[in-house]
């Protein structure tokens, strides 16, 4: 099971449906859930959803300081990919614009999360702060003419961040880029 960490963001539920659409059994769960409670779900995966705020993640950031106890693939979408970073040591700041609209990223590095797709894909975007500088043993795997960090990846942990919306309809492949991370996870 892949819990999704509901951040109050505005497509929580489309991450949920995407994922039960490809087969994979998902729950969304608050971010106030207590991380015993968290634990004994046994998540194969976990997705921090977007959200409005950094100061509202709940237990998100939590998880991170017990990484090792969960020890499974993480996946920040949107106020989640800006979490890992600011955590991890990036930057995170309002970007030149504020973001509603389709943006063509380009695809730097293919790794596991974008494995099969093509090197220029057009993804929803919906926020106003984004990463501005990349965290410390984390590599940059997509840009765009927008966002300096549009999709990143933990050098040795199996964690990544997308700052764009895979799992609204306008997002080209935004479904394999979600059946890809079910694949990290051993869900698929």
């Known amino acids: 099971m892949i819990i999704i960490m509901d951040n109050g963001g505005q497509y929580v539920h489309r991450i949920w449906r995407t994922l039960r659409y490809l087969g994979?059994?998902?729950?969304?769960?608050?971010n106030t859930t207590?991380?015993?409670?968290?634990?004994?779900m046994k998540p194969k995966g976990i997705i921090f959803s977007g959200g409005p705020s950094l100061e509202?993640?709940?237990n998100c950031e939590k998880i991170l300081e017990h990484y090792e106890e969960f020890n499974v693939p993480i996946l920040g979408i949107c106020l989640?990919?800006?979490?890992?970073?600011?955590?991890?040591?990036?930057?995170?700041g309002r970007?030149?614009?504020?973001?509603?609209?389709l943006v063509e990223i380009e695809i730097i590095d293919e790794n596991?999360?974008?494995?099969?797709?093509?090197?220029?894909?057009?993804v929803w975007e919906s926020h106003m702060d984004e990463v501005?500088?990349?965290?410390?043993?984390?590599?940059?795997?997509?840009r765009s003419d927008t966002c300096p960090v549009e999709a990143m990846k933990h050098e040795e942990l199996p964690?990544?961040?997308?700052?764009?919306h895979p799992e609204v309809a306008h997002t080209e492949h935004g479904a394999d880029i979600l059946r890809n991370f079910a694949k990290i996870c051993g869900e698929l």
């Open 159 to 164: 964690i990544y961040g997308v700052q764009f």
């Open 24 to 30: 994979v059994e998902a729950k969304i769960i608050p």
């Open 95 to 101: 970007g030149e614009k504020a973001e509603y609209s």
């Open 56 to 58: 509202n993640t709940g």
């Open 112 to 122: 596991d999360i974008f494995k099969g797709l093509p090197r220029k894909v057009r």
């Open 80 to 92: 989640g990919h800006q979490l890992i970073a600011k955590f991890f040591g990036g930057e995170v």
């Open 132 to 142: 501005k500088k990349l965290p410390p043993k984390f590599k940059l795997l997509a």
């Open 34 to 40: 207590p991380l015993d409670e968290i634990k004994a």
